[in-house]
C-alpha cells in the first residue's frame, strides 16, 4: 500500500482531502484486486468454476439444439469470456479498463467541457477562496472589537505621568480554529463563516463521498463481472454499473457546479477585501456570498437524483436468453370449412396458393349454375309433339341420373379440391 499524505488543514482543507482520499482509494482497490485475484487468492477457485460450468452449459445447449450455432449468438458469448478472463487475470488491465476510467474520466469530460476546470484547480481555488473568507472575518471581528470613541467627547488634557492612569491590557482576538467557533458581535462575520464551511461541503465534499463510494464499488468489482456470465445473476452486473456509473458522473456535475460558484464569488470577495482595506465592511456583500453557496449546496444534493436518473435506463441487450428473442413471425392458415379438420395439419404458403387457385374456378362455376339454372330439352313425345321443358325442377339433385329420364337432367355439382 502507498504512503499517502494526512490531511493538512494548513495546506487547504479540500484539495489535500480530495488528494488523500484518491492516493487512499487506489491503493485500497489495489490491495483488494490482489488478495481477491493473486497467488493464493480464495476467488481464484471460485472463477475456475463459473468458467467451466457456463462452458458446460453452452455446450450441452449446442448439442441437443437448444442454442443456435451462429455467429449472432455465440460471438457476445465469446467476447463476453475473453472480457471476463483479461478484468480478473490482471491489474494493469483493470485499471486501465475500469479504474481510471471511471476515475480519471470525468476530469477529463470536465476539461472538455470548461477549458481550465479540473480537479487540482477546482479545490485550489475553494480553498483560496474559504481562507480570504475566514480571515475577512478575523479582520471583521477584529474591527467591530475596536472602542469606539464618540466624536462630541471634549478632548481632555493630556495628564502628568505620576496622574496617568494605568494602560488596560488589550484581550487577545482569537485566531486560527478558535477564530472559527468563538461567537461574533456581528452578523457579517458569521456568514462568511458559514459561506465558507458550505462551500468547501458542497464542492470538495461532494467529491469526496462519490470517490469513497466508488472506491468500494471497485473493490467488487471482480466479483459482479463474475456475475455476468449466468442469466439468473446478469442484474446484479447490471446493477453494479449502474451505481458505478453514478458515482462517476456526480464528481463531473460536482467540479462543473463549483466552477460556476467559484467564478461568481471570486469579484465579490475581491471587492470586500478592497473595501476592508478601507475599514468598510459590507453586509450585503455577505450575505450575496452566503445565498450563492446555499444555492450551490442545494444543487449538490440534487445532483445524485439527476445522477440516478440518468442512469436509470441503462439496458445490456447482450446475452439474453433464447427464449427472450423474438420468434420469427410464422404463416397462419386461414380457417378450413370443414371443422372437422385434424387440428395437427401443417398449412405451406404455397401449397394453399396453388389450392385457392384450383377453388376459385370451382367456386365461380357454383355460382353460375345457381344463378342461371341451365334449362334441359325434353326428348318428342309418341304423339309428335314437343314435351316443354320442365320448370318445377329448379333445385339441383344430388343424385346422378344415368342414360335417359322422364324428367329433367340434374346438374353435376362440382366437388372441392382439398389438401
Known sequence: MQNCAAIN??????????????????????SAYSNLLGSGGAFGTGLTIALTLYVAFLGY??????????????????????????????????????????????????????????KATITARIDLLSGKMVDLADAWTEFDARPKVPMDTPTAQPATPAQAPPALATPALPTGVAALIAPKDSLGPNMLLISAL????????????????????????????????????????LGWGKAAGLMAIVPLMAMLTAAGATALIEPILADMFVSAGNGIFSMRQALTILVIVIIMAAVAVQL???????????????????????????????QAADQSQSSNVIFNERIQSMIGAL????????????????????????????????????KPSRAIGRGPTGGGRAPIKPFRITA
Open 9 to 30: 488543514p494548513a495546506a487547504g482543507s479540500a484539495e489535500t482531502m480530495v488528494t488523500t482520499v484518491d492516493c487512499t482509494m487506489q491503493s485500497t482497490v489495489q
Open 61 to 118: 445447449r449446442l448439442i441437443f439444439g437448444r442454442t443456435a450455432l451462429s455467429m449472432g449468438d455465440l460471438a457476445p458469448r465469446m467476447v463476453m469470456i475473453g472480457a471476463l478472463l483479461a478484468l480478473t487475470s490482471s491489474w494493469a488491465t483493470y485499471q486501465t479498463l475500469v479504474y481510471d476510467t471511471l476515475t480519471d474520466g470525468p476530469q477529463e469530460i470536465a476539461s472538455l467541457l470548461s477549458p481550465g476546470t479540473n
Open 198 to 237: 458550505v462551500l468547501v461541503l458542497a464542492s470538495a465534499g461532494v467529491l469526496v463521498v462519490a470517490k469513497i463510494i466508488l472506491g468500494l464499488l471497485l473493490m467488487m468489482g471482480p466479483i459482479f463481472a463474475v456475475f455476468a456470465l449466468f442469466q439468473a445473476t446478469r442484474g446484479l452486473t
Open 304 to 334: 445524485f437524483r439527476i445522477g440516478r436518473t440518468i442512469v436509470s435506463g441503462w439496458t445490456i441487450p447482450v446475452g439474453k436468453s433464447p427464449s427472450s428473442e423474438v420468434a420469427a413471425p410464422s404463416v397462419l392458415a386461414p
Open 359 to 394: 377453388e376459385r374456378p370451382s367456386q365461380s362455376s357454383i355460382q353460375s349454375d345457381l344463378a342461371v339454372q341451365r334449362m334441359i330439352i325434353m326428348p318428342p313425345t309418341p304423339n309428335g309433339e314437343t314435351a316443354q321443358p320442365r320448370t318445377d325442377a329448379l
